[in-house]
T-cell receptor, first 113, second 115 residues
Framework: EAQVTQNPRYLITVTGKKLTVTCSQN?????MSWYRQDPGLGLRQIYY???????DKGDVPEGYKVSRKEKRNFPLILESPSPNQTSLYFC????????????FGPGTRLTVT | AQSVTQPDIHITVSEGASLELRCNYS??????LFWYVQSPGQGLQLLLK??????LVQGIKGFEAEFKRSQSSFNLRKPSVHWSDAAEYFC?????????????FGKGTKLSVIP
């Protein structure tokens, strides 16, 4: 089954404790992206990757890091989480070229206390 | 820069009634347009998309949307709403420029369905 998986689905942590949210896709997509969703703000892009070893900032990159060492994986790293990073996070992957389409993971709900 | 406006934050309809969710976009060229649905506790599922051609697009679950260039709109419609359609709906505009696949989302419209 074609899918994007994320782990963990739920995470409660404390301020300053480094964490990683994993994202993996099995569709051989070149493009991958991370979004955060906050009430009343919709989805905002954090980082994206056009291919292995090619990442770039989205609209709200502060406080986040990413890496793309393999085509299928695109982890999101919070090196020193703060309470304002409490949010619902989505990973997505996409075909490229004309008529592209983004597929979303199930989401990771992060709470930073 | 591209942008999307969904004017209605929350809409309530009775089961069996028709539905129209509004979406207006801002984009310099012909946009790529999408509607996604997010059920409670779930990820986003693509309902339909527009890239070119016929301006009336059919999607899954009985939804359709019409691209109107003159009004910069891409409104989502369904003739008869089911209770299971209660969810949050997001309109998105995609960059049609070569080599760019960024989506910009609206803030969403939450749909409640009265039995």
């Amino acid at each position: 089954e074609a899918q994007v998986t994320q782990n963990p689905r739920y995470l409660i942590t404390v301020t300053g404790k480094k964490l990683t949210v994993t994202c993996s896709q099995n569709m051989n997509h070149e493009y991958m992206s991370w979004y955060r969703q906050d009430p009343g703000l919709g989805l905002r892009q954090i980082y994206y990757s056009m291919n292995v070893e090619a990442t770039d900032k989205g609209d709200v990159p502060e406080g986040y890091k990413v890496s793309r060492k393999e085509k299928r994986n695109f982890p999101l790293i919070l090196e020193s989480p703060s309470p304002n990073q409490t949010s619902l996070y989505f990973c997505a992957s996409s075909t490229t070229g004309v008529a592209y389409e983004q597929y979303f993971g199930p989401g990771t709900r992060l709470t930073v206390t | 820069a591209q942008s999307v406006t969904q004017p209605d934050i929350h809409i309530t309809v009775s089961e069996g009634a028709s539905l129209e969710l509004r979406c207006n976009y801002s984009y310099g060229a012909t946009p790529y347009l999408f509607w996604y649905v997010q059920s409670p506790g779930q990820g986003l599922q693509l309902l339909l998309k527009y890239f070119s051609g016929d301006t009336l697009v059919q999607g899954i679950k009985g939804f359709e949307a019409e691209f109107k260039r003159s009004q910069s709109s891409f409104n989502l419609r369904k003739p008869s709403v089911h209770w299971s359609d209660a969810a949050e709906y997001f309109c998105a505009v995609g960059d049609s420029g070569a080599g760019s696949y960024q989506l910009t989302f609206g803030k969403g419209t939450k749909l409640s369905v009265i039995p």
